[in-house]
T-cell receptor
Framework: GENVEQHPSTLSVQEGDSAVIKCTYSDSASNYFPWYKQELGKGPQLIID?????GEKKDQRIAVTLNKTAKHFSLHITETQPEDSAVYFCAATDSWGKLQFGAGTQVVVTP | NAGVTQTPKFQVLKTGQSMTLQCAQD?????MYWYRQDPGMGLRLIYYSASEGTTDKGEVPNGYNVSRLNKREFSLRLESAAPSQTSVYFCASSESTGELFFGEGSRLTVL
């Protein structure tokens, strides 16, 4: 089945710097790769997603890149702000179309 | 528009007790899901329901049962709770394999 690995598990950045989170997946049939943000005490919320026919997608300060050959995708957050502090999860669809999540990255943005 | 509503938000059980987590969505979504979240393990799918009247096992179904009561409601039952079921439980809904909308979670402790 699908196995999604996510790194790093924690990431501390200075406000204004960039943050990068990387994920790898194992199932070559995966075709949908969303990223979710979870704030303390809340449920995860979709922030950006990418499908396998696209290499890069951008939405204001966040971007996702996908390398299907290498089976990895990354989340990039530029000009980080304190409100970017949260846990971020990557995910990939398995052979049945169900999402398999990575273990999560705790991002801390320090002023 | 409430989205996905879960009850209760917190529960403490003794080993062997039973309980039901309730979930309701008001977005007219066909698919509903139950996940558990444990530190360092991301979100793992317990059960899902692709449409009213159908349910299927996910990655970690043992010790749980579900009921898709109608299109809006999807409940998760623990018949005989075990300490290993201490976790945060999230209900989610979606249209097909699109964006997942999560509830705020139910924190369960089994002593």
């Amino acid at each position: 089945g699908e196995n999604v690995e996510q790194h790093p598990s924690t990431l501390s950045v200075q406000e204004g710097d960039s943050a990068v989170i990387k994920c790898t997946y194992s199932d070559s049939a995966s075709n949908y790769f969303p990223w979710y943000k979870q704030e303390l005490g809340k449920g995860p919320q979709l922030i950006i997603d990418i499908r396998s026919n696209v290499g890069e997608k951008k939405d204001q300060r966040i971007a996702v890149t996908l390398n299907k050959t290498a089976k990895h995708f990354s989340l990039h957050i530029t000009e980080t702000q304190p409100e970017d502090s949260a846990v971020y999860f990557c995910a990939a669809t398995d052979s049945w179309g169900k999402l398999q999540f990575g273990a999560g990255t705790q991002v801390v943005v320090t002023p | 528009n409430a989205g996905v509503t879960q009850t209760p938000k917190f529960q403490v059980l003794k080993t062997g007790q039973s309980m039901t987590l309730q979930c309701a969505q008001d977005m007219n979504h066909n698919s509903m899901y139950w996940y558990r979240q444990d530190p360092g393990m991301g979100l793992r799918l317990i059960y899902y329901s692709a449409s009213e009247g159908t349910t299927d096992k996910g990655e970690v179904p043992n010790g749980y049962n579900v009921s898709r009561l109608n299109k809006r409601e999807f409940s998760l039952r623990l018949e005989s709770a075990a300490p290993s079921q201490t976790s945060v439980y999230f209900c989610a809904s979606s249209e097909s394999t699109g964006e997942l909308f999560f509830g705020e979670g139910s924190r369960l402790t089994v002593l």
